[in-house]
Each structure stands twice: as C-alpha cells, then as structure tokens.
C-alpha cells in the first residue's frame, strides 16, 4: 500500500504528463495547420540571405531529402513560437499551486517578461543584424566569387543566432534574479560595468560570426540591457526597502495583573484553558 507521500508525488507525475501532452498538442495543431506553406516560411526566413545575393543566384541543397527536412524544421520552430502562450500557461499551471502568494506575484511577470524579451531577440537579429551581417560579408567578398550558400548550413547558423541573441536579452531578467535572490546589490551591479562590457564583447566574439559589425550588434544590446536591469531591479528593491523601514519593532506584550495582582503577560494569557 503506497503512503501518501508516495501518492502525491505520482499524481504530480500524472499532471505533469497531460501538461506535457497539451502543449505537444498544440505545437501540433499549428504545424499541421502550417505544414501547407512550409516552403513559403522558409523563403521568409532566407528573404535577409536571398537580399544580399546577386541577382539570379539562389540557395543550394547538398542532400537528397534535404529540400524537404529544411523547410519542415523551420515550420516545426515557427509552431513552437506561435503556440508559446499556450505552453507556457501548461508550464504555469502546473507550478503555480505550489508557490505562496509573493511568490507567484513575481514568478508570473518573470516568465512573460523572459519570453517576450527572447522573441524580442529573434526580432531583433532577424530585421536588424541579419541584414547587415549579410550585406557586410557580400561586400567584403572578393568579385570572383559567387556566393551559393547551402540551406541546412543556413539553417544551422540562423538557429544558433536566434539563441545567441534570445539568451542575451535575457539579462534584464538574470539582474533582477540576482538582486531579488539576495547575492549582489544595485550597488555592486553599478561596480561591476566594466567587467561586464568587457565579458560582453568576449561573449560576442564567440557565439558570432567572426566579423566586426554581428559582434557589436551582440555587444552593444548586451550592455544596454544590463544597465536597463540595474534600473529595473532598483525599482523593484526600492518599495521593499521603504515597506522594511516603516516596520518599527514589535511593541512589548502588554502586562495584566494576575490574581496575585503579579504583572501577567497577554502571551500566557493566551494559552487554551480546559474545562473547569
């Protein structure tokens, strides 16, 4: 006979699967809705390459089934973004009866505020930084060459671009974690800056292409969105410090007189009296 430990944990094994399944579901539901015009969506995803390229020049494909896998991932990516809202209420569903009240007032804006601020990044580097990493490797390449970029390599580097800049603006929210968590402070935060920029050019040297312009496109939004976290958290840190301050000590149990006309206390008198 299991315990009632035992019981719980299985039942939260239970919803944690059909949560799982619902969102699978609906990340389904889209693909198959979007499956029609799967090559349609990969033409929209190469329109930055496919700017840049000479006139009458177009991607290749170096495999057999490739023409037809390509397209199908970037559908099945696209899906996953447009049922987002969908999976991430499974997600808070599910953890949100085991958090306290404070708790679930800050859990709730940190993870819409994280995956708008990802697909902010993916917006970001598609409009902006593809199209000038693009036309900055064109003009650097010499005249005898006919760029031919092949569509799973493309594929392969915009995914590792998506990420790259998703994660990195994500730091707004990593600060504020940080500050709430009790490790650092805004003030420690503000001493940290150069070390900070430094990491960021580092990190952008090396999640990016090797080229001057994608590296501080990387960079420059790092920092940015570091100095926008330090004003978030302080704004975030300075109504707990004032509701702290205004709590003054405790004031002392008032006293009673016992009936030895003994000062009483209120806390014994408090305690549970049986029947006389």
């Known amino acids: 006979m299991m315990s009632a430990q035992q019981e719980t944990f299985i039942a939260h094994l239970i919803e944690l699967r059909d949560r799982l399944i619902r969102a699978l579901i609906a990340v389904a539901v889209v693909f198959v809705c979007l499956m029609p015009w799967a090559g349609d969506i990969y033409d929209l995803l190469a329109r930055p390459m496919m700017n840049t390229l000479p ?3 177009n991607m290749i494909a170096t495999g057999v089934v490739t023409p037809f896998f390509v397209p199908v991932k970037v559908t099945m990516m696209v899906s996953f973004v447009l049922a987002l809202p969908w999976v991430l209420y499974q997600a808070w ?8 009240a404070h708790e679930k007032r800050m859990a709730l804006p940190l993870v ?5 601020l990802f697909l902010i990044g993916m917006a970001f580097c598609y409009f902006f930084v593809f199209g000038m990493v693009f036309k900055f490797i064109a003009e650097f390449a010499p005249k005898s060459i006919v760029p031919a970029p092949d569509i799973e390599q493309y594929l392969s580097f915009v995914m590792s671009m998506f990420l790259a800049f998703g994660i990195t603006f994500e730091v707004p929210v990593a600060v504020i974690l940080l500050v709430k968590a009790g490790i650092v402070d805004v003030a420690k935060l503000r001493e940290m800056r150069p070390y900070v920029i430094v990491a960021a050019f580092v990190i952008a040297a090396i999640v990016t292409p090797p080229d001057v312009v994608s590296q501080f496109m990387l960079a420059v939004p790092m920092c940015l969105l570091y100095e926008l976290g330090i004003v978030l958290a302080k704004m975030i840190t300075r109504p707990a410090a004032r509701a702290e301050a205004g709590q003054g000590p405790a004031p002392a149990p008032a006293a009673l007189q016992g009936p030895d006309g003994a000062p009483q206390s209120l806390e014994a008198d408090d305690r549970p009296r049986g029947k006389s």
């Open 93 to 100: 569903a599910f953890i949100a009866p085991g958090l306290y």
């Open 112 to 116: 819409l505020g994280s995956s708008l």
């Open 55 to 57: 006139e009458g020049t």
